[in-house]
């Protein structure tokens, strides 16, 4: 069935560079895209959330995109420190109508010294 | 305020009987979610509670796993002769305006 995607399942960058990380959607209804964070043994944690009628929102050193062309959706981090380390999950609100979210199978993100 | 608590954290069974997992929400969310993560993997949605409302229980795996959600608060999520496979960490959530607030999980070991 339809489903939410990532295209890299690991992204390593050095302390103080930016991080992109990608998500591809299936469902062109979905109008509300959550990012969450998960660290090692601890449940996810929201980090921004964005509506389809927005192309862009940010957040304390976080940034996300949305283009509904293409169906992608973005979260780019900016000065990526040590703590950022974590897995990285996109979320899309489907059914409309609904609060039920379609997770995405995350990315982690690894952060060098 | 409080955020979402799970309980236990850890919960070590034995194949063949069944567990009870707690979650207990955010104080006035009306939505409530299960999810279970198998290791290094993403969510996997099993029910999910909204208000007065019928639950969404598209996701349960099988007739071994039910839920229910005692007067609109605190929800307990049930597996019944637990098999290997069922070893994960089941992850509680609740919402009030979409975005989901996400407990610690319970990790499940299933010798």
């Known amino acids: 069935g339809e489903s939410v995607g990532l295209h890299l399942p690991t992204l390593s960058v050095q302390e103080g560079d930016n991080s992109i990380i990608n998500c591809a959607y299936s469902?062109?209804?979905?109008?509300?895209f959550i990012w969450y964070k998960q660290e090692s043994g601890k449940g996810p944690q929201f980090i921004i959330d964005?509506?389809?009628?927005?192309d862009k929102r940010q957040g304390q050193r976080v940034t996300v995109l949305l283009n509904k062309t293409v169906k992608h959706l973005s979260l780019q981090i900016a000065a990526t420190q040590p703590g950022d380390s974590a897995v990285y999950f996109c979320?899309?609100?489907?059914?409309?109508?609904?609060?039920?979210?379609?997770f995405g199978t995350g990315t982690r993100l690894q952060v060098f010294p | 305020g409080a955020g979402v608590s799970q309980s236990p954290s850890n919960k070590v069974t034995e194949k063949g009987k069944d567990v009870e997992l707690r979650c207990d929400p955010i104080s006035g969310h009306t939505a409530l979610y299960w999810y279970r993560q198998s290791l290094g993997q993403g969510l996997e949605f099993l029910i999910y509670?909204?208000?007065?409302?019928?639950?969404?229980k598209s996701g349960l795996p099988s007739d071994r796993f039910s839920a229910e959600r005692t007067g609109g608060s605190v929800s307990t999520l049930t597996i019944q002769r637990t098999q290997q496979e069922d070893s994960a960490v089941y992850l509680c959530?609740?919402?009030?305006?979409?975005?989901?607030?996400f407990g610690p999980g319970t990790r499940l070991t299933v010798t």
């Open positions: 964005i509506r389809s009628n927005m």
């Open positions: 469902n062109s209804a979905s109008d509300y």
């Open positions: 959530a609740s919402s009030r305006d979409g975005r989901q607030y």
């Open positions: 979320a899309e609100n489907f059914p409309r109508n609904t609060d039920k979210l379609i």
């Open positions: 509670f909204q208000g007065n409302s019928a639950p969404d």
